[in-house]
Nanobody, 130 residues
Framework: QLMESGGGLVQPGESLTLSCRLS????????VTWFRQVPGKEREGVAA???????VYANSVKGRFTISAANVKDTVYLLMTNMSLEDTAMYYC??????????????????????????WGQGTQVSVSS
């Protein structure tokens, strides 16, 4: 139900845009989050967006990454600029119903944890290397 695209190899300082296409989403309100993971580490929340317009970023990407969507239930984008070696990871998008609890987290400036999401894409690899 989720499919990511747009990963690739870039040099430090360059930009890349990821897309997450949602399908068969029947919830009236949803929360879509981009996560990333490197081998041996836990999945890290990068940016989240709700159908109510709330947006939250991880501190590590604030000012560099932008999450956006014309329709959150259709396609969500992640524009990554001024990329660094530390951005190298497998990037996943995840989606689930925008519950009161998830909306409260967004309102508090917190990205819901990976364990909160039922629906996941297969991931797209992003590599930053000089």
């Amino acid at each position: 139900q989720l499919m990511e695209s747009g990963g690739g190899l870039v040099q430090p300082g360059e930009s890349l845009t990821l897309s997450c296409r949602l399908s068969k989403v029947t919830y009236a309100s949803v929360c879509v989050t981009w996560f990333r993971q490197v081998p041996g580490k836990e999945r890290e929340g990068v940016a989240a967006i709700g159908t109510n317009g709330r947006i939250v970023y991880a501190n590590s990407v604030k000012g560099r990454f932008t999450i956006s969507a014309a329709n959150v239930k259709d396609t969500v984008y992640l524009l990554m600029t001024n990329m660094s070696l530390e951005d190298t990871a497998m990037y996943y998008c995840a989606a689930d119903r925008l519950t009161i609890g998830r909306d409260r987290r967004l309102g508090q400036g917190t990205i819901p944890p990976a364990s909160d999401f039922e629906f996941w894409g297969q991931g797209t690899q992003v590599s930053v290397s000089s």
